[in-house]
C-alpha cells in the first residue's frame, strides 16, 4: 500500500520495512562492537520504540538487560517543548552504561530530559540509540551514539511511530503526503 489514510491526514510510504530492517542490523553490530564486556542497561522508551527494539535485540548478542520505561512530550503532529516525568524504571542505575532506545529525535528535548535524569541517578555512561534522526529539527548539542537514519522534517507514521494512537502497528514507515 503506498498511500493511507490515518485520521484526517493522507500518508504516503516512504521507508520499506527491508531497509528500516537492514539499518536496525547495522546499529546493533555497532552495539556489539562498543558494549561487549559492559553488561549494558538497555531502556527502551515505549510506546514509539517498541517495534525498533523487538528487531534491534533480534541482533544484540552481547551480555546486557533490558528493561522499558515511558515518557511523552508529543501530541498531534508538534513536538512541544513539554516533557513530563520518566516512569517505569525499576533498576538500578548508579554506576550503570545505559543505552536509551528511541524512536525518533527531532527536537531533542526529551532525550536531553531523560540524559539529564539518568545522570543524576548516577549512571555512568549515557548513550543514545534512535532508529530515526530529524537534523534539521534538532536543537541541542549533545551526541547521539547510534542513528539508524537520518530523514528531513516531515511528520513520518509507521513502524511504532503513530499519529494519535494509529498506525503504530504499520510495518513500513509513511510521511505525511504534501
Ligand atoms: P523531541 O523531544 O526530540 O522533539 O521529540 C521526540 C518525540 O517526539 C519522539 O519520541 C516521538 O514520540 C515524537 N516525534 C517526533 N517526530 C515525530 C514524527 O515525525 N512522527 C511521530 N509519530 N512522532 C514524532
Do not use: W
Amino acid at each position: 500500500m503506498s498511500r493511507i489514510k490515518v485520521h484526517d491526514k493522507e500518508f504516503e510510504l516512504y521507508i520499506p520495512q527491508d531497509q528500516i530492517e537492514r539499518a536496525i542490523s547495522r546499529l546493533a553490530d555497532e552495539i556489539n562492537r562498543d558494549m561487549a564486556g559492559k553488561n549494558p542497561l538497555f531502556l527502551i522508551v515505549l510506546n514509539g520504540a517498541f517495534m525498533f527494539a523487538a528487531e534491534l535485540f533480534k541482533h544484540v548478542s552481547i551480555e546486557c538487560e533490558i528493561s522499558f520505561v515511558k515518557l511523552s512530550s508529543y501530541s498531534g503532529t508538534a513536538s512541544t517543548s513539554v516533557v513530563r516525568e520518566l516512569i517505569g524504571l525499576d533498576h538500578s542505575i548508579s554506576g550503570r552504561n545505559i543505552v536509551l532506545v528511541e524512536d525518533i529525535i527531532d527536537t531533542g528535548l526529551t532525550m536531553l530530559f531523560t540524559k539529564e535524569k539518568l545522570r543524576k541517578l548516577e549512571a555512568n555512561d549515557v548513550r543514545i540509540a534512535t532508529l530515526l534522526f530529524k537534523p534539521k529539527a534538532f536543537q541541542q548539542d549533545f551526541h547521539i551514539d547510534y542513528i539508524g537514519m537520518e530523514i528531513p522534517n516531515d511528520f513520518i507514521v509507521g513502524y511504532g511511530l503513530d499519529y494519535n494512537e494509529h498506525a503504530r502497528n504499520l510495518p513500513d514507515i509513511y510521511k505525511i503526503a504534501t
